[in-house]
């Protein structure tokens, strides 16, 4: 049985630190959250969140921000990375030894893979990373167990599609290493260029069936979930590359009509154009949903980091 002890001053680096149990749990905590939200308000009273992104981030900062500040904790920002001590020098480690001393935990994003790792060795406090270069995101994939598991009812027993750029996305790993915990059929869709990491590969695919494709065309008629995600243009070494699969594919209500009436269509966000806006009014889309269910898991998940659900 898992209990809220389990969680208290653990990293949350990847999503491989949590098993299925783990993960329901969280998401348990979520539907708390949101039933009982006034007795989460003043929880946090007392703890400091710094947040450290070396990356531009729109909802994730937010979102954090938001969620510690909905239990009445506070953050700290260190802002634009260009504004800070990184510009004359100062190593990730330096940072981190000195932002601990003023936070109870961190939230870090960081261009570079193994980043989240380096400043949890050296952290006396929690880290929670917030994405590790094309490595993993692992609070994403949480909120997209998350959205699944509410809008299906269930994660066992679906057909889930990950379209897009599933070499360099990092929410993509993170979600494909979180679904191998439960009873799901996965399609990994993308242009050849762009396939799944081998070794996410190789882990999911000794636990669940993966079917790996170039188009999403003949499975649509079977999936439950469709995960679609945006080309990381910036992650390319070679500008050339990204050309040769720039828009090579695309969400729009043609592909709506061919897909079970009750699939939906989730987005980590930002979108480019891989998803076409007319699916945005249609019952299918619950990209922004995504988001709202994003604060839920992130309050959750801060609670059990910081403590605050073991007194219960
Ligand atoms: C994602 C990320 O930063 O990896 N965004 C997010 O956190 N919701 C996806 C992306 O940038 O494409």
Known sequence: MVSPKDFVGRDVLSILDFNREELDYIMDVADEVERNMDAYRGLLSGKTMAILFFEPSTRTRLSFEAAMKKLGGLTLDMGEPTRASIEKGETLTDTIRVVQNYADLIVLRHPKEGAAKLAAEVADIPVINGGSGAEEHPTQAMLDLYTIRRCKKRIDGLRI??????????????????????????????????????????????????????????????????????????????????????????????????????????????????????????????????????????????SLVLGALSGK
């Open 161 to 302: 599609g990950i379209l897009g750029d599933l070499k360099y996305g990092r929410t993509t790993h993170s979600l494909a290493y979180a679904l191998s915990n439960y009873d799901v059929k996965l399609y990994l869709v993308s242009p050849e260029l762009l396939r799944m990491r081998r070794e996410v590969l190789r882990h999911i695919s000794g636990r669940i069936e993966v079917q790996e494709l170039e188009s999403i065309d003949q499975v649509l008629p079977e999936l439950d979930v469709l995960y679609v995600t945006r080309i990381q243009k910036e992650r390319f070494v070679d500008e050339s590359e990204y050309l040769k699969v720039k828009g090579s594919y695309r969400v729009t209500i043609d592909t709506l009509s061919k897909m079970k009436k009750d699939a939906i269509i989730m987005h980590p966000l930002p979108r480019v154009d891989e998803i076409a806006i007319e699916v945005d009014s249609t019952p299918n889309a619950v990209y922004f949903k995504q988001v709202y269910y994003g604060l839920l898991t992130r309050m959750s998940i801060i």
